[in-house]
Every structure is written in structure tokens, then in C-alpha cells.
């Protein structure tokens, strides 16, 4: 405070307080204002500004760590869960895949084994299946985990679930066929319907099988074209490769010929055939002349069967229809086919149907000359 002592009239005495004015807050004030220079340029933070902010920064840290770790906790434990489970489901279905292979050797061992399918044919089939299986249930298990990790980033998943329930019903109307197609292939697999290396008919085409697909198989035809068939397209499947074939040879002879010796000759061929190498592994069973199959007027026909491998039929047929024709002619038994012309007949006389020529044709002949007319009367005198 500042005191001033003011005379007011003689003999009296005034004090005057005066409140006393910092000179920090005076000098600001007195100041000129700033130039438009200087307002323009940017303010440096300083030391105290950047303590400020870091603080700042670890206070809100330290309010939402608790947050962050729950978060981060609930991730690292959905995503070990479905890793876990992953594993062991995996583990679990190659485990059923190689018990199925090894059921399939065994049971090709055994005595049936001739009529199954052999190891490699189920071990590839166990391994399409493990396959399928496998990708099925990693995707089952990850899309659930991945759904689950974004329910706990607070991600309302209803529009999403939504979203794709109408993309899966368009994609299933739109894509109805390949849907067709993949779920008729997961299922040719499982049933081992047939394989690579088969030779099917499959309605549309016929081929040996090069590659099986979920929603195409490949055949290759007899010409070396390749087919590709669409898995839900195919109504039936004859497989020719699967259990055994059967080799049906039909020999034609004469009707005059000895029975007893053809079938004499075709039993020969038969046990000659099924000692000899390499036809004793591709037969599975004798070579057996079944009898007579049909008795016509001028010719008979024997059928000779045998089971053999499968998709070797027609190798055998060959194999027998070269065997017996060379066997027949050895012992003088003719093969015909058809309508069967007379051996010892003899050839026809082509003048046979000619007409002998007439005795009237001849000027000369006695039965023209009495055939001509008279002579008329000589009227000259």
C-alpha cells in the first residue's frame, strides 16, 4: 500500500491509501500488441508441454489397461482353444483314416481279397476321405473362433450373421449346380464309388478315371480323348474295375460237327491256357465250356466262359478266340459264321439256263424246209 498525506484545510491532516499494482501485471499491460508477424508464427512446445502430454497419455493408459488385458487375455484363449481343438480333431480323423486302411488289408488278405479293391486302391481313397474331413473341420473350427474373436471387440456380429445368411441362400439359388456337383462328390468319395485307375461307365462317357474331383471327374476314352463329367450329373456308375469281369468267348461250327471232340479240343485250350504264364494270374477262375448256346439249321454255337481280372475281360477273349481258332484248325474243325455254303457242291453250269437253240432257226433243215410254203401254179405258157 501506498500512503500519501494531502493537506485538506489548515490544521487538518488526510491520509490517502493507495492499493500498490505489481509490476509484472503493469509491464504486460504496457506492452505494445503483437505484430502480424509475430502472431503468424508456429509456438515450439516446451519441456513442460511434453511432460503434460506423457502424463496425459500414462493416466489414460493407466485407466484402461485392466480393459486391454481382459480383451487380449480373452483373444490369446479363443484362439489356443480352437488351436487345441484343431489338433486333436485332425489327430482324431487320421487316426480313423489309417484304422480304415488298415481293415482294408486285412481284409484283402483273407480269402475275400480277390474281390476287393487292393491296398493302394483304399489307401488312396482313405487319404481323399482324411482329406475332406480335415478341411471341413478346420474351417468349422477357425470360422467360429474368428466369429468369437470378434464378439469380444464389442463387433455387433447380428448384421453380419445376417449378411451372409442372404449371400448363402443367393449363392445357394444362383449356385445351385456346383452345390449339386460338391456334395455328389464328397459323397462318390466316401462310398469309394470309384477311384483313379478305374475304367467306369458313367452314363454320359466311358473311360479309365485319371483324376476325382469334388465337383468334376476326368475319364479318358478308348480314342485317348478326355472327358470332363460333372459329379452331379452322373446317374448311375458301372464300375469295371471293381470285384472281377467275366470273359465270354461264343465259338460257331458246323451243325455236322462231333461234339465231343470240339469240346475235347476247347477243354485243352482251356487247361493250356490257365497253366501258362502270364494268363494263370490274369484268370481267376478255370476256363469252363458251358455247352451248346444255340443250335440253328447249318450251324451250332459253344460258349466258353471264364472270370478273370478286373478290366482284363477282353484281353482274355482275345487271348482264347486266337487259342481256339489255331486248335480248330489243327484238328480240321471249321469256324463259320452266317449263312454256310456246301464244301463239296459243285460249281454251276453258267449255260445251264440257256434254252437250245431251235431247229427252225437253220434255212436247211428238214423240219424248216417242210415248214415252208409251197410253191404257187406256173400261170406262163
Not at 48 to 64: C, K, P, R, Y
Request: cysteine-free.
Amino acid at each position: 500500500m501506498i500512503s500519501q498525506v494531502l493537506t485538506a484545510a489548515p490544521g487538518t491532516v488526510v491520509h490517502l491509501e493507495v492499493p500498490a499494482v505489481s509490476l509484472s501485471a503493469v509491464l504486460p499491460a504496457a506492452d505494445p500488441s503483437p505484430t502480424p508477424a509475430e502472431s503468424g508464427t508456429p509456438r515450439v512446445p516446451s519441456l513442460q508441454d511434453a511432460q503434460e502430454s506423457a502424463t496425459s497419455a500414462a493416466g489414460w493408459v493407466e485407466e484402461n489397461w485392466s480393459t486391454w488385458l481382459a480383451i487380449g487375455l480373452r483373444v490369446l484363449l479363443i484362439l489356443v482353444i480352437a488351436a487345441v481343438l484343431r489338433v486333436l480333431v485332425r489327430r482324431a480323423i487320421t487316426k480313423l483314416v489309417d484304422r480304415m486302411s488298415r481293415s482294408g488289408q486285412t481284409l484283402e488278405g483273407g480269402g475275400l481279397g480277390g474281390l476287393l479293391v487292393n491296398a493302394e486302391r483304399r489307401r488312396q481313397r482313405s487319404m481323399a476321405i482324411g482329406s475332406v474331413l480335415r478341411s471341413v473341420a478346420s474351417f468349422l473350427i477357425m470360422g467360429t473362433a474368428a466369429l468369437m474373436v470378434l464378439g469380444t471387440f464389442q463387433i455387433n456380429l447380428a448384421p453380419l450373421l445376417a449378411s451372409a445368411g442372404v449371400a448363402g441362400v443367393a449363392i445357394g439359388f444362383g449356385a445351385r449346380n456346383l452345390v449339386t456337383d460338391f456334395l455328389s462328390g464328397v459323397f462318390m468319395i466316401l462310398e469309394d464309388q470309384y477311384g483313379v485307375g478305374d475304367t467306369v461307365d458313367a452314363g454320359v462317357a466311358t473311360g479309365e478315371v485319371i483324376e476325382v474331383g469334388l465337383r468334376v471327374t476326368k475319364l479318358r476314352g478308348a480314342d485317348g480323348e478326355i472327358w470332363y463329367v460333372r459329379n452331379g450329373e452322373v446317374k448311375r456308375i458301372g464300375n469295371l474295375s471293381q470285384g472281377w469281369a467275366t470273359a465270354n468267348v461264343d465259338v460257331t461250327v458246323r451243325s455236322d460237327e462231333d461234339l465231343d471232340k470240339v469240346k475235347a479240343v476247347l477243354s485243352d485250350v482251356a487247361e493250356r491256357t490257365s497253366k501258362e504264364e502270364p494268363w494263370n494270374e490274369l484268370l481267376w477262375s478255370p476256363v469252363e465250356v458251358l455247352g451248346l448256346d444255340s443250335v440253328l439249321l447249318d450251324s451250332m454255337v459253344v460258349r466258353v466262359s471264364a472270370k478273370t481280372m478286373p478290366g482284363k475281360s477282353l484281353t482274355v477273349e482275345r487271348e482264347l478266340r486266337w487259342r481256339i481258332k489255331r486248335a480248330f484248325d489243327a484238328n480240321g474243325i471249321r469256324i463259320v459264321g452266317g449263312a454256310t455254303a456246301t464244301e463239296d457242291a459243285p460249281a454251276p453250269d453258267p449255260s445251264a439256263g440257256v434254252a437250245a437253240p431251235s431247229a427252225y432257226a437253220s434255212s436247211v433243215s428238214p423240219q424248216s424246209m417242210a415248214a415252208s410254203p409251197l410253191p404257187g401254179p406256173n400261170t406262163t405258157k
